[in-house]
């Protein structure tokens, strides 16, 4: 790190990769003056010790009083043993310190079938000047890429990594709040996914033996904060409600530091796709362009399901759509016994004899958890014997909660994980129900449902239906359809019909803002029971 | 016969039947159980019993939480007209979401469960500047102003509580007005009411019943030893 400091003081890092000098001028806390120096640490709370992740060792550490949020998250043993939360040190001497499990580099992976939806029409490729092309799709919590060669409308590569910013916040809320704190935070914070990127297409392009200054076009898509907070540009708005139904810009004002750091040559066109309105980006944009909503008949509807789970209801002459925040039940991580759906994952609960229940495990081997899909099966499951009633309540005394397996790991559905559910289920049943009002469509008679997002393809649709997570149609009108974020970015990248698609879809689309709407919010408790969503 | 009332309102509320529960007490007014005695000795009585029982780990979700506190609001209400006498008013209340905050759900639950106590509440909307909380809790002598915020950056935010709490001490209303914060971010982080500088916090809406009624308290008992 070549930051020239004015100060003789320094901290001496211990890390697993080795040890390490930082200098730096005393004034701000300790998390702080990591990240800026090259050692950010982990955190999900925004530095307010409200996580105790951010958990460095230091030397002497009884030297040093203790502040407050520290022996509220720290035990006595972790405190004897020299641990402190690093959001809550203000060093002004010499420090010395070892980070455990600092904020790791992006590891990424080849790009898995189930999390990979192909460009279903044959593309009328635009001409192209240089011969690769990238669609990125800037998840919250991961970044997918693929890497295509463009006159052969050829697939090359993909690539998906944990998105680093996270070490900022897991939300997106925290994250745009601690780049408000300043523009060094709010660079750092940048600079995370650039680099990130940048790691990914070094990989492939070595993998592939390709010259990164061939690649000509880069194509981002993603929320909005995401795309502002790499991008540099805008992001701070939406943390104002007058933002939260405006189109912002969010494309960067000079793309030479991302040409440069990507390895791509200054003729290289990056382009961020036009996110709709508010944080619902042109993630959920290039979902509509990858299944031609606004081409089909009136009652088409798309929901994107995640954290937030965002929806498009196209009438025929208008495109309504809108987010809501349910929370993270179906991302793996909202649950006491939450996964993503990776190898170990309970996808699937079946009836067997009897009163018993077969599982189903992703990679056939031992189960370490519940995923998206596993958890609908399961709550669906639990409904219909009668063990759980519409208001979420075990029918018996269930101790901790419902048992899902003890072969290998200890697997439980509390009470809360019910809650959990509920909730993000209500969003969902909500914000569908107040969309459909609004154009008055009844629910049952939509024509063509498409779920994309965190369930892949491995959602069972009746039992869905059953709880109300989705619309009572007729089953062959629901289409899984996996990432529909990438897919999108990947025609628009690949056709200029994309690009007239896209500007299509922003001509005839308004965003609402369900924070606002009373309806809505009668609706999101209406729709907390387990049961078919009301026609 | 009353407990029998008792028991029945209880268990329709729990069971989020407001429907039964609205019968229920029909059909108690119409063999001569008084209105006073429904909210004073059913409704009321039914609150206090899930407060306690929150308190005390019972899981109640949040569907049961909205449903008590409107069935409950609308019982009241619906005996308040029929009272022999104006009731006495408990307290006043201000409540409101913070500003750049337009969430208003946890804020409605505490708003029916207010009412029920016959606690005078004024609702002064979303987005509320800090400025307006102070005044219009002056203007009508209220006792406690409630701010309800539900994401990170609005209950931590320079224009929210925290703004309140400067605006109550510069102009030297600290013993008069009590600061009560609730939402998601003051859950997740039990400490941060203090760092926002709130006299108080509830965990959830039904919750924040006690903790306001005890917040009035303090303010009458303060206002009765010095005059």
Redesign the interface.
């Known amino acids: 790190m070549d930051k020239q400091v004015n100060s003789s003081c320094v901290i001496t890092i211990l890390t697993p990769q080795g040890e390490f000098r930082l200098p730096f001028q005393p004034g701000a806390t300790l998390r702080d003056i990591l990240a800026a120096g090259g050692f950010p640490v982990r955190s999900a709370?925004?530095g307010?010790?409200?996580c105790g992740r951010c958990l460095v060792r230091v030397k002497d550490s009884h030297c040093i009083p203790y502040a407050?949020?520290e022996r509220?998250r720290l035990s006595e043993t972790q405190l004897s043993a020299g641990w402190r939360l690093a959001c809550r040190l203000n060093p002004t001497t010499n420090l010395n310190i070892s980070i455990e499990a600092p904020a790791i580099k992006t590891h990424w992976r080849p790009l898995r079938d189930d999390e990979y939806r192909p460009p279903v029409r044959p593309l009328m490729l635009r001409p192209a000047i240089m011969r690769y092309g990238v669609a990125i799709d800037l998840g919250t919590t991961h970044i997918r890429l693929t890497l295509w060669d463009l006159p052969a409308g050829k697939r090359l590569a993909g690539r998906a990594g944990l998105n680093p910013q996270a070490c900022y916040g897991a939300d997106v809320?925290?994250r745009?709040?601690e780049a408000?704190r300043s523009k060094a935070i709010a660079d750092e914070i940048s600079g995370l996914a650039r680099t990130a990127i940048g790691d990914a297409l070094t990989g492939v392009a070595s993998k592939l033996a390709i010259d990164l200054q061939d690649v000509g076009a880069v194509r981002v898509v993603g929320n909005t904060a995401m795309m502002g907070l790499l991008s540099g540009k805008n992001a701070g708005l939406l943390?104002?409600?007058e933002y939260?139904t405006q189109r912002l810009d969010i494309q960067p004002d000079d793309i030479s530091p991302l040409q440069k750091a990507w390895g791509l040559s200054g003729n290289s066109v990056i382009r961020f796709i036009t996110p709709l309105g508010g944080f619902i980006g042109s993630d959920l944009l290039a979902g509509i362009i990858a299944t031609r909503l606004i081409e089909q008949a009136a009652g088409a509807l798309l929901i994107d399901i995640g954290t937030n789970s965002e929806m498009a209801l196209w009438d025929g002459e208008k495109l309504r759509v809108t987010s809501t925040a349910g929370g993270p039940a179906f991302e793996g991580c909202g649950i006491s016994c939450g996964m993503p759906a990776e190898a170990g994952a309970i996808y699937r609960l079946q009836s067997g004899h009897g009163n018993s229940f077969e599982l189903g495990v992703l990679g056939n081997g031992k189960s370490s958890g519940v995923c998206g899909s596993g958890l609908v099966d399961a709550v669906a499951w639990l409904r219909h014997r009668g063990m759980l009633d519409k208001?979420?309540?075990y029918r018996d005394d269930r101790g901790e909660g419902f048992v899902l397996s003890e072969t290998d790991r200890r697997i439980v559905l509390t009470?809360?994980d019910?809650?959990v559910f509920?909730?993000a289920k209500a969003s969902i049943g909500g914000g569908v129900c107040r969309l459909c009002d609004q154009a008055g469509i009844a629910v049952a008679s939509l024509s063509h449902v498409y779920v994309s997002g965190a369930f892949g393809r491995l959602l069972d649709v009746t039992n869905a239906q059953a709880l109300g997570l989705l619309p009572p149609v007729p089953i062959e009108r629901v289409h899984l359809e996996g990432n529909t974020a990438l897919a999108g970015c990947e025609e628009l990248l690949l056709s200029s019909e994309g690009e007239r698609a896209a500007a299509a879809v922003l001509a005839v689309s308004e965003v609402y803002?369900m924070?606002?709407d009373?309806a809505f919010?009668s609706l999101?408790?209406e729709n907390?029971?387990l049961q078919p969503m009301r026609e | 016969m009353l407990d029998d009332v008792i028991s029945a309102y209880n268990e329709a509320v729990l069971d989020t039947d407001r429907v039964h529960a609205l019968q229920i007490v029909s059909d108690a007014v119409a063999q001569g159980i008084s209105p006073e005695e429904i909210v004073f000795k059913v409704v009321i009585p039914g609150l206090d019993l899930m407060v306690n029982a929150i308190s005390e780990g019972f899981d109640i979700n949040l569907a049961q939480h909205f449903m008590t506190s409107q069935i409950a609001a609308d019982v009241t209400e619906k005996m308040l007209v029929l009272f022999k006498a104006p009731p006495e008013i408990y307290g006043r209340v201000i409540i409101g979401t913070a500003a750049g905050d337009l969430h208003t759900l946890g804020k409605r639950i505490v708003i029916g469960c207010l009412k029920a106590q016959m606690i005078d509440v004024t609702d002064l909307g979303v987005n509320v500047a800090a400025e307006k909380f102070v005044d219009e809790a002056v203007a009508r002598n209220a006792q406690v102003i409630g701010v309800s915020a539900m994401m990170v950056h609005t209950a931590r935010g320079e224009n929210g509580a925290i703004k309140v709490r400067k605006l109550l001490r510069d102009q030297g209303l600290e013993h008069k007005i009590k600061l009560v914060v609730g939402g998601a971010p003051f859950r997740y982080d039990p400490g941060l009411y203090r760092i926002v500088q709130a006299d108080a916090w509830a965990e959830n809406g039904v919750s924040a019943l006690k903790v306001i009624m005890d917040c009035i308290q303090e303010v009458k008992s303060y206002d009765h030893k010095h005059g």
């Open positions: 709370c925004g307010n010790a409200g407050e949020g509220h809320l925290t745009l709040m408000g943390l104002q409600p939260w208001l979420g309540r009470r809360s019910i809650d509920q909730r803002n924070a606002e009373v919010e999101f408790v907390l029971y």
